[in-house]
């Protein structure tokens, strides 16, 4: 016995079993139906909520990538079902190994970098969501994506997202009972609840900063009354148009980006009045005005911040205070003898700094998420007026309406895909029954539900 070799194995028929379950674990690690965040930021977090539930619930597996794992961390609470991971969007070996372990992807990045994301999920088979508008570059990718058969999901969030599913569905109902829509108005605007609103701008940020910064600079293009209408960026928030909601004050409109292009989309080609706009206090409208007629927005000429104080800054909007706007300019600290920000290189970039700073959701803030849509139709020669509106408040600043309204329909998606609800491939936004249906059937049990009325 003392010269025996001995080994683990004594048997070929041990060995054998060993191997067999150390490649069925291996290939149910590699068949774990895996969904893949990118971006974890102030849009994400009832998103990662929701999926951590979904994942455990279905024994999927979540991963969740940013620039900043901390931030992961923090809102995962260390979960076991979630795997934090710090990324680099734009290195392509770290973005590739991570989209090829993923069966859907969800990407919550700028706009800019889909692209990155959508060309890598099209080479490895991977479906993808996002909120964002769906622009050229991801369109050029279309045929690639149908003959690979995979699902793409654009303006799948808030506005763009739920205004498309609630809208469709009331536009599907109308044609269904034989109706002609002859005009539609669709409002939907992130703002401060009654009960945090405590500044003149009766607004505070609960979203991408950079976004209310850069908000309306393509002006905008509508259809009222059977004429086109094209609304340069200067005078945008000029005459807004009153919006009544019940259980709300009165707020006002702006329109927002090209409205004519949802016109073939939504197959309203009867609609004489097609427009769709973004909500605001009627106060903010007066103080951006006046922002924009300074050209304090300017994101693309430097300055020189040698000695710039704030007031110098902005001297371009003396000609431009009045009764109505002087105490929502002073607000925000536009006459202020301090420097502006060291890191300022452009005069967006000043404003940035102080809309972060005075407009800021503090820990116990609740923002407020507002649509509205207006249908006039005709049938059987009868004129019909019907309205769809909805009203969600945050839990506080850190779960926001913004990040419920934004996030859910994303992660409802991902569940849909995965478990087989949606079957569709190609490149779509919510436009279609299979696809706002089970969503916005879901949204409802989050507290997401529409109130219709005929008016």
Request: proline fraction near 4%.
């Amino acid at each position: 016995m003392q010269g025996r070799k001995i080994t683990p194995f004594r048997e070929r028929g041990q060995l054998s079993r060993f191997l067999s379950q150390i490649h069925y674990l291996a290939k149910k690690n590699i068949d774990l139906k895996t969904i893949l965040l990118l971006g974890a930021g102030k849009s994400a977090t009832v998103l990662i909520d929701y999926l951590l539930k979904e994942t455990e619930a279905n024994k999927w597996k979540f991963i969740i990538a940013d620039a900043n794992k901390e931030q992961v961390l923090l809102k995962t609470g260390n979960s076991r079902f979630a795997e934090a991971i710090q990324i680099d969007i734009t290195k392509d070996e770290a973005r590739e190994s991570l989209i090829k372990r993923a069966h859907v992807v969800i990407s919550m990045m700028p706009p800019a970098l889909h692209f990155l994301i959508a060309k890598d999920c099209v080479e490895y088979r991977k479906h993808l969501l996002t909120a964002s508008y769906l622009d050229k570059n991801i369109k050029s990718l279309q045929q690639e994506i149908a003959h690979r058969k995979l699902f793409f999901l654009c303006e799948a969030g808030l506005d763009p997202g739920i205004d498309h599913m609630s809208a469709m569905k009331i536009i599907d109902g109308i044609k269904n009972k034989g109706g002609v829509i002859t005009s539609f108005k669709s409002h939907c605007g992130g703002l401060v609840a009654p009960e945090s609103d405590n500044n003149p701008w009766h607004y505070k940020i609960s979203w991408n900063p950079r976004n209310v910064v850069t908000a309306g600079k393509a002006g905008a293009e509508y259809k009222l009354e059977n004429k086109v209408e094209n609304k340069s960026y200067q005078k945008l928030f000029q005459d807004c148009l009153p919006i009544k909601i019940d259980g709300l004050s009165t707020l006002a409109a702006y329109p927002n980006r090209d409205s004519l292009s949802y016109i073939p989309i939504y197959k309203l080609d009867t609609a004489q009045t097609f427009i769709r706009t973004t909500l605001r206090h009627p106060s903010f409208c007066e103080g951006w005005d006046a922002i924009v007629q300074a050209n304090l927005a300017n994101e693309i000429d430097a300055i020189n911040i040698t000695g710039l104080s704030f007031k110098k800054w902005s001297a371009t909007i003396i000609p431009f205070v009045n009764d109505s706007n002087k105490e929502m300019l002073q607000y925000l600290g536009l006459f202020d003898e301090t420097l502006v920000p060291p890191t300022a290189k452009t005069s967006a970039d000043v404003l940035q700094h102080l809309l972060e700073l005075k407009l800021a959701m503090q820990p116990a803030d609740k923002d407020m998420i507002v649509m509205l849509h207006e249908f006039e139709y005709a049938i059987a020669g009868k004129t019909n007026k019907i309205e769809s509106s909805l009203i969600v408040k945050g839990e506080d600043s850190l779960r926001t309406a913004m990040a419920k309204t934004v996030g859910l329909p994303l992660g409802i998606a991902a569940k849909l895909i995965l478990n087989g609800t949606i079957k569709l491939t190609g490149l779509y936004i919510p436009t279609l029954k299979e696809i706002y249906g089970p969503i916005l059937k879901e949204l409802e049990f989050s507290g997401i539900s529409f109130k219709e009325k005929m008016v």
